[in-house]
């Protein structure tokens, strides 16, 4: 993946893939919470002026960024959650924008019928954001 970075081909880190290459270029990945309390549910982020409310189900996160990571949004008691590279087409998200129906009921607890469908929609806004900013 470093290769392919190098060669500007863009990367969209999602949940593990965010922590993963963050951790590669010197981050550091640990617990968000002492208890290792699993966040569940959803959260809303900030990019491009733009919000989406994506899904949460992760007991791991970033928590300090390297020198050649930035912040899209400021760190919170969830961690970083969206990051990008100084000078690679690297983007991470901690969230799931890329959840289905299913992942939402089963693995983030959302019930709520309309919430599921504003979460999926906004989800597919966020990758069509990622995209159009850094594949197009």
């Known amino acids: 993946l470093a290769s392919e970075l190098k060669a500007l081909k863009p990367v969209l880190g999602l949940c593990f893939g965010h922590q993963l290459m963050a ?6 990945v640990g617990f968000l919470h002492k208890d290792e309390t699993k966040i569940l549910g959803s959260r809303t982020l900030s990019w491009n002026k733009q919000n989406y409310t994506l899904a949460m189900s992760h007991r791991q996160g970033v928590t300090k960024l390297s020198d050649g990571l930035l912040e899209l949004m400021p760190e919170s008691n969830l961690g970083y959650d969206l990051i990008k590279h100084k000078t690679l087409p690297f983007v991470g998200c901690q969230a799931h924008p890329e959840a289905s129906e299913k992942f939402l009921i089963n693995d983030c607890q959302v019930k709520d019928y309309s ?3 504003n979460i999926l ?3 597919s806004k966020f990758l069509l954001n990622w995209y159009q900013n850094f594949v197009q």
């Open 23 to 28: 951790h590669h270029f010197g981050a550091t």
């Open 115 to 117: 919430e599921r469908v």
């Open 121 to 123: 929609d906004a989800g």
